[in-house]
T-cell receptor
Framework: GENVEQHPSTLSVQEGDSAVIKCTYSDSASNYFPWYKQELGKRPQLIID?????GEKKDQRIAVTLNKTAKHFSLHITETQPEDSAVYFC?????????????FGTGTRLKVLA | DTEVTQTPKHLVMGMTNKKSLKCEQH?????MYWYKQKAKKPPELMFV???????INESVPSRFSPECPNSSLLNLHLHALQPEDSALYLCASLGGTGELFFGEGSRLTVL
């Protein structure tokens, strides 16, 4: 299968707090795990990604962790700010027919309360 | 140029009309995608072209017909659509690192 489960579907945090979003994938052929942010009325944009040969990657306030054995990966946002409010999607692209079948998780709507 | 350009931005069509959505990228990417996105839902994969050949068709109804005239262009031809096909249609191209670059989308309303 190629499902990607994502939790929670909505998340509200106070400004300055941390937010964690988790995804679980099923296809062991996946080796690249990106996270996209989609602000209201805008296109999805990559914010961070991780490959299967590392367990954690950090970029300023955002980090991604990967547990390949358990087939799950998480997005961590620290010191949240109002501009972090958006919908976040994970993905676990599957190599298929010479390209990638890019299926997204169900999304998490993050609200950062000022 | 790191942009994926989609036209038109908005389209209203009747159920008997024929229209096309267009997508263009000049980043040299060899895989291009069509997604359908309904409100408060994730992008739903429709088609993938790789090296100008259709690689993936996610069992999309034949009233949607994709076309890839060359490596920079991707079209989605629409015919006899239903009101439930109203959605945001996103085009994306696949970069060498695995990142998808999305266009701004074409918002389609079927009356």
């Amino acid at each position: 299968g190629e499902n990607v489960e994502q939790h929670p579907s909505t998340l509200s945090v106070q400004e300055g707090d941390s937010a964690v979003i988790k995804c679980t994938y099923s296809d062991s052929a996946s080796n690249y795990f990106p996270w996209y942010k989609q602000e209201l009325g805008k296109r999805p944009q990559l914010i961070i990604d991780i490959r299967s040969n590392v367990g954690e990657k950090k970029d300023q306030r955002i980090a991604v962790t990967l547990n390949k054995t358990a087939k799950h990966f998480s997005l961590h946002i620290t010191e949240t700010q109002p501009e972090d409010s958006a919908v976040y999607f994970c993905a676990a692209p599957r190599p298929t027919s010479g390209t990638y079948k890019y299926i997204f998780g169900t999304g998490t709507r993050l609200k950062v309360l000022a | 140029d790191t942009e994926v350009t989609q036209t038109p931005k908005h389209l209203v069509m009747g159920m008997t009309n024929k229209k096309s959505l267009k997508c263009e990228q000049h980043m040299g990417h060899r895989a291009m995608y069509w997604y359908k996105q309904k409100a408060k839902k994730p992008p739903e994969l429709m088609f993938v072209y790789s090296y100008e050949k259709l690689s993936i068709n996610e069992s999309v109804p034949s009233r949607f017909s994709p076309e890839c005239p060359n490596s920079s262009l991707l079209n989605l031809h629409l015919h006899a659509l239903q009101p439930e096909d109203s959605a945001l249609y996103l085009c994306a191209s696949l970069g060498g690192t695995g990142e998808l670059f999305f266009g701004e989308g074409s918002r389609l309303t079927v009356l």
